[in-house]
């Protein structure tokens, strides 16, 4: 929700808008209208899941361990969702397990790509199984609008052509996507008094 | 309500995307002012953070037996609750510098989360200084799917 405020959704009116926040640790998808959630899903994938996979992959295929930064790095510079116009590659260092001494790999984007390949397509299907649960409205305004991208996780490479083919929507990027939880929750904070009522759960229930 | 002039003792508005990777924080009146990874290093020893953010960051995989760098959330969620107070604690006293503020905080979640791990969110922030009653931020409505709906349920998972 905060999400889609500091995306500069128009969350207020009567029209449907769609959010998908990938995180470090989750990734949440949701149609707003009206202010409130229509249809929402919530998956416990995210960065951290992506770094993972790629130590995981690494050490399957390289025997080589990698360090959390190092993986984080690697997803940032050749992670990606869909196929580059230019397939990259670099050089990552880890230990072999084999030997027990420090080692240097090359490895590709499309190795990459391989390797977090499945929690990129749980992200996918979250989107999916949202749209799906949209009512027939919302979901014609969301064709019309696009789906909007916001979070850490939508500045990987190629991830918006990945959705773009795989729902058929028209997708776009947040301006600011590392920022849009924040300047949300911010903007929530500047009309506290407004949005008091409506916004916040002092009182969570189990 | 724009300025008020009993917010500079009590402490400005703030809000805190308090994330796995990232935690940022926005002021009321100024913006985002901080953005810094949420990992804290502390002294095994006697429990002390070393460093906050940034710092600790580049600490991960980097430490000696006595010192141990944590990442205090984890899918979204709480993981380490003291350590999650103390980075709270070490942020909001680096935007206001105050020791006395008690700002009134506005805290995002991830919609997925249960009462409890929300319950743990909004006291981590109570303790760390902030307002009482600390804010949250979510989406409320019912959740048919996660994790602790999905245990309770028949099928073996």
């Given at each position: 929700m ?10 207020q009116?009567?029209?449907?808008n769609?959010?998908?926040?990938i995180?470090?640790?989750t990734?949440?998808v949701a ?6 959630i229509v249809?929402s899903q919530?998956?416990?994938v995210?960065g951290d899941?992506?770094?993972?996979a790629?130590?995981?992959?690494i050490?399957?295929?390289y025997?080589?361990?990698?360090g ?5 790095e690697?997803?940032i ?15 990552i260092?880890?230990?072999d ?6 080692k ?7 190795e ?5 390949e ?5 992200i996918v ?6 749209l799906d649960k949209?009512p027939p ?7 019309e609008q696009?789906?909007v991208?916001?979070?850490?996780g939508?500045l990987?490479?190629?991830l918006?052509?990945?959705?773009e083919?795989?729902?058929?929507m028209?997708i776009v990027l ?5 920022h849009?939880?924040a300047?949300g929750?911010g903007q ?5 008094e407004a949005l008091?009522?409506v916004?916040f759960?002092?009182?969570?229930q189990? | 309500m724009s300025e008020n002039p009993?917010?500079s003792?009590?402490?400005?508005d703030?809000?805190?995307?308090l994330?796995?990777a990232?935690?940022l924080v926005?002021v009321?009146?100024r ?15 006697d429990?002390?953070p070393?460093a906050v953010g ?12 006595h ?5 205090p959330?984890?899918d979204g969620?709480?993981a ?7 980075m ?6 680096r935007?206001h510098?105050?020791?006395?503020a008690k700002p009134r905080?506005?805290?995002c979640v991830?919609?997925?989360i249960?009462?409890v791990?929300?319950r743990?969110v909004?006291e981590?922030?109570?303790?760390a ?10 989406s409320?409505?019912p959740?048919?799917?996660g994790?602790a709906?999905?245990?309770r ?5």
């Open positions: 905060a999400a889609a405020i500091g995306a500069g959704l128009p969350v009116e009567p029209t449907g769609m959010i998908v926040d995180g470090g640790g990734s949440e149609v707003i209208s009206l202010g409130g249809a919530s998956v416990r995210g899941e992506l770094d993972d790629i130590v995981q992959f050490k399957k295929e025997s080589l361990a990698l959390e930064r190092t993986a984080e690697v997803k510079a050749l992670g990606s969702a869909w196929p580059l116009e230019e397939e990259l590659h670099a050089e260092r880890g230990r397990l084999v030997t027990g001494l420090p240097t790999i090359v490895t590709t984007t499309e990459i790509r391989e390797a977090i499945e929690p990129v397509a749980s299907d979250a989107v999916k199984v949202t949209t409205e919302l979901a014609a305004d969301i064709m696009g789906i991208l916001a979070g850490g939508a990987l490479h190629g918006s052509h990945r959705l083919h795989e729902t058929g028209p947040a301006p600011n996507p590392l849009c939880v300047i929750s929530a904070l500047e009309e506290f008091k009522g916004l759960s002092s009182n969570p189990a | 009993l917010s003792i009590m402490g400005r703030m809000a805190v995307d994330g796995t990232n935690t926005y009321r009146g913006g985002i002012v901080l953005n810094e990874p949420s990992v804290v290093a502390v002294n095994v020893k429990g002390r070393l940034l710092e600790a960051k580049r600490m991960i995989g980097r430490t000696p037996a010192i141990q760098a944590i990442r959330l984890k969620v709480i380490d609750f003291d350590i999650c107070e103390k709270l604690r070490y942020f909001i006293h935007v510098q105050r020791r006395f905080l506005v805290i991830p919609s997925g249960t009462g791990e929300q743990a909004q981590a922030a109570e303790y200084g902030a307002r009482k009653p600390a804010y949250i931020i979510e409320p409505w959740r048919p799917s994790p709906c999905r245990c349920s028949p099928p073996a998972t």
